[in-house]
């Protein structure tokens, strides 16, 4: 079993900064693909951004490529998401998830481990 607990998320203001941490139990994280998904009110839940298990490659989704940031620090089963550039439209929950296997996916049915979220409000 892993528990992910998130952390970070706040209100900032359209054009700053935030650093999402997700830190997570369970002697087995570096095995693990990480992934950041998020849901905003009304609307399903989308995928952020994943990283491989040993930190090698990263992937974004299309609104995310050039402003959010993904990594990982396996020595200390934590996994970040740094937003920069934030719009409002970014406002949402944020959620940590972990795959047991070292395949990406950008799909959240794919994830076995779930956070309960952090809130991220962005106001223009």
């Known amino acids: 079993q892993v528990q992910l607990v998130e952390s970070g998320g706040g209100l900032v203001q359209a054009g700053g900064s935030l650093r999402l941490s997700c830190a997570a139990s369970g002697r087995t994280f570096g095995s693990y693909v990480m992934g950041w998904f998020r849901q905003a009110p009304g609307k399903e839940r989308e995928f952020v951004a994943a990283i491989s298990w040993s930190g090698g490659s990263t992937y974004y989704t299309d609104s995310g490529k050039g402003r959010f940031t993904i990594s990982r620090d396996n020595a200390k089963n934590t996994v970040y998401l740094q937003m920069n550039l934030l719009k409002p439209s970014d406002t949402a929950v944020y959620y940590c998830?972990?795959?047991?296997?070292?395949?990406?996916?950008?799909?959240?049915?794919?994830?076995?481990?779930w956070g309960q979220g952090t809130q991220v409000t962005v106001s223009s």
């Open positions: 998830a972990a795959r047991r296997s070292r395949l990406y996916s950008n799909y959240g049915g794919d994830y076995d481990y």
